[in-house]
């Protein structure tokens, strides 16, 4: 079951020549889930072939490099005529902000768009085999964060057990099993699925800070994830200036992955002062953080895998 991301925009407040506004796309088994909207994002899907299928959009808090995409967004579906809603999850007390850039310009889309404000710690969205929680960051406004979690999975089915060791026929006995259901066989046995099938084994987890300073408490809700993909601004010599414009460090968001566990560590929002070259800010992530890291760029994917297989970007 696919987990693709695609970072539609890495940059901070001020855009580059390579990096666009925050947006964040992710595509899990065919739901498109869109996390911020920067200025430009219906163009950056264009570019990075994301299509324009977002049911859902998660916006972290009101500042305009996250936000003053939806404008132009609203609008483009409207171009395509767009007939499936869409919901626009935010902030507490961020409604009529949101609304207002709905009809930017005086503009009524011709589908459904519903707002829903979301408290931290509460569930967003609950898909199929998953959910989507907010939860607390600290900027200079109202913000939040959002974690996808996966429920657990089915168990392995022991094929060769049934077969060879229970001597089970192959047949419709082993759907039933491997979806909790106990089986009489023909000669009076019953079987029972904890017999050939294994312990739940662990879905993915993808958390989305947004803009926010490090939290013990975003450790907790990173705990063992798959991806993290937080606020790496500035590089350390300018912890000043995160602490005062409500941003992270690359080695501060290097340290929340290393206490979280996390699998995989994308670095994002990042300052136009390291539009030539980024690379410090990985190099002191990894002075911290020894798993996998990368300063994430305009159009780069990733697929995330469950737990017990590789991450790939590209």
Known sequence: ??????????????????????????????????????????????????????????????????????????????????????????????????????????????????????????????????????????????????????DDRKGRFDREKAEQELEIPPGPAYGKLHRGESVELDDGRVIHPEQVVGEPRPGRTLVYTGDTRPLSSTTRIAENADLLIHDATFASDETGRARSTGHSTAREAAEIARDANVRQLALTHISSRYAGDASRLAEEARRVFDGDLFVADDGQKVEVPYPDADVRST
């Open 1 to 150: 079951m696919s987990l693709r991301v695609t970072f539609l925009g890495t940059s901070a407040a001020v855009p580059t020549t390579e990096r666009a506004p925050s947006a964040v796309f992710v595509n899990r088994e065919g739901d498109d889930l869109l996390f911020d909207c920067g200025e430009g994002t219906q163009r950056q899907m264009m570019r990075f072939g994301t299509g324009f299928g977002v049911s859902h959009l998660f916006v972290t808090h009101l500042h305009g490099d996250h936000v003053l995409g939806i404008p132009g967004l609203i609008q483009s579906w409207d171009f395509t005529d767009r007939d499936d809603p869409v919901a626009i999850h935010c902030p507490p007390n961020t409604r009529n902000h949101i609304e207002s850039l709905i009809h930017a310009g005086g503009h009524q889309p011709s589908y459904p768009v519903r707002i829903n404000e979301v408290q931290p710690g509460a569930v967003a969205l609950s898909g199929d085999d998953y959910e989507v929680r907010a939860f607390r960051t600290e900027h200079r406004t109202r913000s939040q964060g959002y974690v996808l979690t996966e």
